[in-house]
């Protein structure tokens, strides 16, 4: 993070500031392609290139002129107009023009006693007559570029649109470049917080005040919420050294509870005084079950072994080595398969192992004799994701909502088998520490219990 954390000094502006000044920037943009096209357009007209509007009546009437010392009709030279010599009967003779174009001509200049402002007769002796017409709009003096672009505005038009549309694309992708990367320091504050790497202050700059304010605010939350986890953590950490301490305390007695209960039953006692020593005896027995279930949470959140690289292959064979005397008891076929054995994962092995062997555990519980559990791991990056299914009854509606927290049983009246609902809370608790989860479901063949893991400590690694 630290590559984009800066303490880079921006003048800082409002939102309303930046959008008007954007604004202005477009229009000026705009501005600065229209004076351009214009300073060309006179450039042209200055050096001979482009001529002006009236160019093409100086020339009519300059030929008008000559024809005029001449007493007679000569074919004028070719210019930026055209001609129609008449006989004196009033058919065409001799024309610049042809077709459609000339017939267009003869139809606007018909009356010949008109005034019309690009078009003049000039009459001669013998009775003939001459039209000459042109038109008032810039052309190029070449006479390729000419035929090819009779009108110069229109050209220019089409070039200045054409221009301040891509001027437009081009700013606006800039634009959007700019507040896309200031943007992506509200998107990688809020992944920072969301990863719960709060050590790290939040300290870029986006020169926008709504923007920095975002980001002001957004690192109060971090402190905030640091605060609030480390709180959180220790009170945690204390409540399960009270429950380990608690839980060494209440061992002895209860030993001496059993071993007294043990020698009782031991002498030759009435039935009735036997009776009442078995239950005590068995009271004490599953109460050191609970002392031990309570120990097995706390050594769970203690924390006390270091996370290390193993193998998939060997997290595997230890729990097969756990589950499969089991399985046998059962009478219960304990079916493994690994993708990539050798795949390396960084965890907390015990206590990953402990996880999957409470699962493995209760899905041999409660599978039929003569079936099948399945005991499954996939890689899925760093991490991987463990699966057990077996062919039971699979879980409740309610186990589905509730297996995972501590002390919940599916059947709250059993007691007696050493069972207290911490196997899939155990298991939930461990797949947390490594920033994964626990997910239960069912099959059309049984339960089906999903744990991922990733990096060891990704959660808790922020901490203290």
């Not at 392609?33 to 214009?38: D, E, G, M, P, S």
């Not at 917080?193 to 202050?201: K, S, V």
């Not at 109060?220 to 640091?226: D, I, Y």
């Amino acid at each position: 993070m630290g590559d984009w954390i800066s303490v880079e000094k921006r003048v800082k502006i409002g939102l309303q500031t930046y959008v008007t000044r954007s604004l202005l920037l477009l229009m000026l943009g705009a501005g600065v392609i229209l004076a351009l096209w214009v300073v060309l357009f006179i450039i042209g007209l200055s050096t001979g290139f482009i001529a002006q509007a009236n160019a093409g009546e100086t020339q009519a009437r300059a030929a008008m002129d000559d024809l005029r010392l001449q007493g007679r009709f000569t074919p004028p030279p070719a210019g930026l107009y055209d001609y129609v010599y008449f006989t004196p009967d009033g058919s065409v003779a001799q024309s610049s023009l042809t077709g459609e174009a000339l017939a267009q001509q003869l139809a606007r200049y018909g009356d010949r006693d008109a005034v019309y402002y690009t078009g003049t007769y000039l009459t001669f002796d013998d009775g003939s007559s001459c039209l000459f017409c042109w038109e008032y709009h810039a052309s190029f003096i070449n006479p390729t570029l000419q035929r090819w672009f009779p009108r110069v505005e229109v050209l220019l038009g089409v070039a200045i649109f054409i221009s301040l549309v891509v001027f437009f694309l081009w700013y606006v992708r800039a634009l959007s470049r700019q507040l896309r990367g200031r943007l992506a320091m509200l998107n990688r504050a809020s992944e920072q917080i969301t990863a719960q790497q709060l050590d790290q202050p939040i300290e870029a700059q986006a020169g926008i005040r709504e923007f920095d304010e975002s980001l002001q605010s957004m690192d109060v939350m971090r402190v905030a919420l640091r605060q609030s986890l480390t709180e959180q953590w220790r009170a945690q950490q204390q409540r399960r050294q009270q429950i380990a301490a608690l839980a060494h305390d209440i061992k002895t007695p209860l030993t001496v509870i059993g071993g007294n209960a043990e020698l009782l039953l031991e002498e030759e006692l009435p039935p009735q005084q036997h009776r009442m020593v078995q239950s005590i005896n068995t009271a004490a027995e599953h109460t050191r079950q609970y002392v031990e279930a309570l120990q097995q949470i706390s050594a769970n959140a203690q924390g006390g072994e270091a996370p290390r690289q193993v193998t998939i292959e060997y997290i595997m064979r230890e729990c097969s080595a756990v589950l499969a005397p089991l399985a046998a008891t059962k009478q219960v076929r304990l079916a493994i398969k690994v993708q990539n054995p050798a795949q390396q994962l960084q965890v907390y092995p015990m206590m990953l192992m402990r996880a999957l062997e409470n699962i493995g555990q209760n899905a041999i519980r409660f599978a039929p004799p003569d079936s099948t559990v399945q005991l499954q791991v996939v890689q899925k990056g760093k991490g991987a994701v463990f699966t057990v299914q077996d062919e039971g009854p699979g879980f409740s509606s309610r186990a589905l909502l509730h297996a995972t927290e501590l002390f919940w049983q599916q059947d709250e009246s059993r007691t007696g088998t050493g069972h207290y609902g911490l196997g899939l809370a155990v298991a939930a608790e461990v797949a947390h520490a490594h920033g994964g989860g626990v997910q239960l479901q069912n099959t059309d063949k049984g339960a089906k219990v999903t744990l991922t893991v990733n990096a060891a400590g990704q959660m808790q690694g922020q901490l203290p």
